[in-house]
């Protein structure tokens, strides 16, 4: 077994702790949590500093639904000392703020807490939602249960594809790199996405050596050195707001197969607030642009996309160059997150995160050597 060993995650919550933040932000409805579920994160946005929880309440007059829940987000008040460190919750509230009141993406208006008083968190607490934990399913359970006809699939890859597109075209920076609170520019500014991706790209492969993975990193920096000759990061002009990590798991739906679909049927329930890993950048390094399979993403989801707002990403073959560095860059990321070796106690999802991580770093390497940059 590995000596490597992660910062542990987050401790969990009590439903007392929830109690106390529920009497303080929903006074008026003198609501009593039920029950309190946590939305385990198998997605790439998964980070060990968070988690998020579904709290189940029950009202007991009729300005509120008798069942209904509110989301709850609670992280640690400063971040690790990883190389790619994680945006603070307090500035994740930020950019939800900027995309909520710059595009049609529904995110709710939630309350952010850094006082420390009620809980030894910063929490992030949405609005009132009128169903429960049990009515609400992740995207990708929905498609494998089989709940969702070709009709719903079809309408939700567009939906998904209009909010990437929106997120991109309506949210964006004059430069380029991670987020700063309040949106300061940071002390070095980079106005150019080839210095500020590679940049980024060298660090964690850096890390990523020195932790003993092995790769043959010689070739790997040839062929980043071949790519930045040919200028090929080099095209991106706007700095956009990219979720990066975001994916599917982030999604929630309200169950088709419960009574609760009949106030929403097939719609979105939830998106999460897993953003620690967005910055300013190009909209092709988004995970939904390489598909669940790293197929791509489905020709509903490329129309929504262009509706929204975005453009035509992989028109030329240097493009598909540029995804196959983002998903080399992914499984750094990954990498650099869980540790290259196993470590006891570790989640199953990890292990195959991990996995994941290795197999596409190698294809990656493979198909970089004859990769056009042209």
């Not at 702790?17 to 579920?37: E, G, M, P």
């Not at 990321?333 to 199953?348: D, F, H, I, T």
């Not at 190698?362 to 004859?370: H, P, Q, S, T, Y």
């Amino acid at each position: 077994m590995a000596t490597e060993q992660l910062l542990g995650e987050v401790t969990s919550i009590t439903v007392e702790q929830v109690q106390r933040i529920v009497n303080k932000d929903f006074s008026d409805a003198q609501a009593t949590v039920v029950k309190l579920t946590e939305l385990r994160n198998h997605g790439f946005s998964h980070t060990l500093d968070s988690k998020t929880y579904v709290v189940d309440l029950q009202t007991p007059g009729t300005e509120y639904p008798q069942i209904c829940c509110c989301f709850i987000t609670i992280s640690r008040p400063t971040n690790g000392t990883r190389t790619y460190h994680d945006n603070s919750l307090p500035l994740a509230a930020e950019l939800l703020t900027r995309i909520r009141t710059q595009t049609d993406i529904p995110i709710l208006e939630s309350t952010l807490d850094t006082s420390l008083e009620l809980v030894p968190y910063h929490y992030l607490l949405s609005p009132l939602s009128p169903f429960s934990a049990a009515d609400i399913v992740s995207l990708p359970d929905a498609r494998r249960s089989g709940a969702l006809s070709t009709n719903d699939t079809i309408l939700i890859d567009l939906l998904l594809g209009k909010f990437m597109g929106q997120l991109h075209s309506g949210v964006q920076n004059d430069w380029f790199g991670r987020p700063e609170p309040g949106g300061a520019e940071p002390p070095v500014s980079s106005y150019s996405w080839q210095e500020t991706f590679t940049g980024l790209l060298e660090d964690l492969l850096a890390q990523v050596e020195g932790r003993g993975l092995a790769l043959p990193y010689t070739d790997v920096r040839g062929h980043l050195s071949r790519a930045i000759g040919s200028f090929l990061f080099d095209d991106v002009e706007v700095p956009a707001l990219v979720w990066f990590t975001g994916s599917e798991h982030d999604i929630y739906l309200v169950d088709p197969s419960v009574e609760a679909a009949k106030r929403a049927p097939g719609g979105i329930a939830a998106i999460l607030p897993n953003i620690a890993h967005a910055l300013w950048g190009d909209p092709l390094l988004e995970c939904f642009m390489m598909g669940a399979e790293g197929e791509g993403p489905t020709d509903a989801f490329l129309e929504g996309y262009i509706g929204g707002g975005g453009g035509q990403l992989t028109v030329f073959p240097r493009q598909k160059t540029k995804r196959l560095w983002y998903t080399f860059f992914l499984g750094l990321l990954v990498l650099n997150k869980y540790g290259v070796a196993s470590v006891e106690g570790e989640e199953p999802f990890v292990e195959q995160k991990r996995f994941w991580a290795k197999e596409a770093l190698g294809k990656c390497v493979e198909a970089l050597k004859d990769a056009p940059c042209y």
